[in-house]
């Protein structure tokens, strides 16, 4: 896909929001992204463009971040954290039965358009085994419903992230990142049990802060 | 010791994350207050608050804010650090979630009592759900007449940048965070000079994490007095724990600090089929693993000194008597591996080195030479690198090997696998063919 004059504003509207336009170059790869479902060589010259650098200075940062893709994800990203505490609550088996399942490994794409990834703490252990789905929550997973997440997302049937909205695909996360007034903040799953573990045992035994003095 | 919900208090509100359902709880009104204050007086409030850093280095926050120059003429900068990656720290992400407002608001009352009128949330980029909340979160304040010019009439203008990172675990440390916000790989920077003198574009910065920030609504607004109630005279104020791993009901626990890990425990449930704690870190994979000893030191930054490790981020991760402290160990070197920026030689080869010979073990195929040359290794990667992430490769083995010796010898010849069956760490039932 090649990019349009939309694009090119909104890469201009990202660069002006900064007191130095260069600050706007990782939402800016995001963008890229978000229309190419990777960040090609064409994405990064138009980057460098609007902010007056080479390619190869561009390049040298979209080479260094994970979250960019040298291989186009055309539907979704679905990771697996497998980091100490994830994989071994059963993170490394959700891994192997999400592989088998999608005939790939590690940031692989297969030809369905889903890329597999190992990922790293994705600040969720509370919510071990964890992965994601085109970096929306999918907590608390078993190797069955991870299958069954990746089986109805191949069905292209409505999936709702444990916190955070219904699925709808990489390109549409990566315009998030860059914009992110998407509209979905509302999502009423967002705080779950586990967030509120401490607060429901603190309600149930009694257990406050000490009161707020009157003079403030 | 008692919880003491405070950040965390209103989170059972599902209106909490909008301006509307904050303010109903009393958003806000800290920072009314703080806007006719001068604000050199909000700095010694926070000052005197004793409050400590909860990124988890745990630096008096009045103090950093203090070394930042005034009337240099020169513009200032604050900057939050939501990179929220550590192994095991999983607290800024559901404060974002869960209540971005009390961030939001902070960021303003900092930024007047630093003198900025810039900020950045600089949010990692794996969590949309937490970028669109603290996005909406600002964006809510703006048009309320909270962020912008004038706000409230006191002549402070201030401007909010929501950032999205894009996946490096090294952005967590503040002048690698400052390169990639500058649109730069993210490489640490020697320091002298330090953010606070050349920070952001060459100008002083403040860099804060995100619940240290959600905590200055609470403490400008009720009080340094208040504030002490809570904690020790080294570490005073509250936290908000998050307990991971074999535990039945891992999840937030707010409680004032000194708090046991074995009080939090029961909290949570106690251990899975009451099987005991075999190892524990308190704040992250950086810090040392403690045991089943340890449970009763209080949970404070100098009481975690004393026992040879670190509260960081308090974000303990618990595991019981089925998991291959080999294997633990392994994990986190690849991770460290991965995450190593390149920049510093002792920290890319070091990783890769230790690694190497770590996942021998984990296989079955050490050698009692190599129990001692993993100690060298991590002896010189130490205090070689620019940045904490060399140390906090080498520190996760020192640490195994102080208590669980016997593992790594019997990792000579017997795999972790056969030492410990995976399947009995994991934490569903589903049976997994292997």
Redesign the interface.
Known sequence: MTLTSTTRVELQQLAA????P??????M??LVQSVEGEVTAEGITACAEV?GITAAEAT??AT?????KRDAVAKHHI?VC????C????G??VY??LSARLGVGHNQVNADGFMLER???????????VM?VD???MDDV???TAVAVVDALSRGEQVQ?T???VIRSFVA?EH???F???G??A??N??D??????????QE?N????S??Q?? | MALTPVITEFWDDPSLYTLDGYKSHGGYVALADALKQDPDSIIATVKDSGLRGRGGAGFPTGLKWSFVPQNDGKEHYLVVNADESEPGACKDIPIMIANPHALVEGVIITSYAIRASHAFIYIRGEVPHAIRRVALAVEQARAAGLIGNDILGSGFDLNIVVHAGAGAYICGEETALLDSLEGYRGQPRLKPPFPAVAGLYASPTVINNVETIANIPYIVGRGVDWFRQFGTEKSPGFKVFAVSGHVKRPGIYEAPLGITMRELLDYAGGMRDGRPVKFWLPGGSSVPMLTAEHLDIPLTYEDMAAAGTMLGTGTPMMFDDTVSVVKAVTRWLEFYKHESCGKCTPCREGTYWITGVLEKFEHGHGSSEEVETLVTLCNQISGRSFCALGDAAATPYPAALKYFRDEFDAAITTSADEQFNPSASYVFAEAVSR
């Open positions: 929001q900064y007191p130095q260069r600050s706007a170059l990782l939402p790869l995001h902010l040298a940062v260094f971040y994970t979250m960019y990771g497998t980091n100490t505490l994989g071994l609550l059963g490394d088996a192997d039965a990922i790293e703490c994705q600040a969720a252990c509370t919510h071990a085994p994601t970096w929306e929550f078993t190797p069955g992230a916190r955070g909205p996360t998030t990142l860059a992110p007034l998407d979905l903040a999502a009423d967002s705080v049990d586990k967030m509120l573990a401490g607060l429901r045992v603190a035994r257990m406050s802060a000490p707020i003095p003079e403030h």
